[in-house]
């Protein structure tokens, strides 16, 4: 979504290790072709064109562009065009690399199958990846923010939607919880 990136995956228990190597071969042994690549990043640039024909998108992104003045929230999640186009292949195999090791990886099973079985198997099939040291790209932390913001947008859909933001404390903090349920 916004700061993670989840595979889910739904086999039977008996393929479940055929799963496991295929995610991690996807993962450790990607060739990412550069034309592919290139065309891919194109059909992506268009959904991002498209997200910004459709009202719901566009009002939530444009929500968190105007709430936030440095928070990487504030940037859409699919990028712009421009940022879209400038990745490289080179660029791709160096995220990769630094995030998508064991050390940041959190593996979620649920079904029929045997504990230290599957244990075994994860170890064998990502205990020779090495970790990479821990580079956490945090937010600026915002500055307080007293006045009120507005923005309207109109477009070719006559369609009316509205949004409310309001700065909130992280999600541990105790006014946490109350606050999520007035939001809903």
């Known amino acids: ?10 086999v039977p228990s008996q393929n479940l290790k055929r799963a496991l190597e295929i995610h991690a071969d996807s993962i450790q042994n990607s060739l990412y072709d550069a034309e592919e690549l290139a065309k891919e990043i194109e059909v992506i640039v268009q959904e991002s064109l498209q997200k910004r024909d459709n009202p719901s998108p566009m009002l939530i992104e444009s929500l968190n562009t105007l ?19 400038a990745f490289t292949r080179e660029d791709l195999i160096a995220f990769t690399k630094a995030y998508y090791c064991p050390n940041n990886m959190i593996l979620c099973l649920v079904g029929d199958f045997d504990t230290d079985t599957v244990l075994d198997w994860v170890r064998s099939i990502w205990g020779q990846v090495s970790a990479q040291p821990a580079n956490p790209e945090f937010s600026p ?6 006045g009120f913001r507005f923005q309207r947008l109109q477009g070719e859909t006559r369609q009316r939607l509205l949004a409310f933001a309001f700065h909130a404390p992280h999600e541990l903090h105790p006014d946490s919880t109350p606050l999520l349920l007035l939001s809903s």
């Open 1 to 10: 979504y916004y700061e993670e990136t989840s595979y889910y995956v739904v």
């Open 67 to 85: 709430a936030f003045d440095t928070h990487r929230l504030r940037r859409w999640r699919m990028g712009h065009p421009e940022t879209l186009r």
């Open 141 to 146: 932390v915002e500055t307080p923010q007293n």
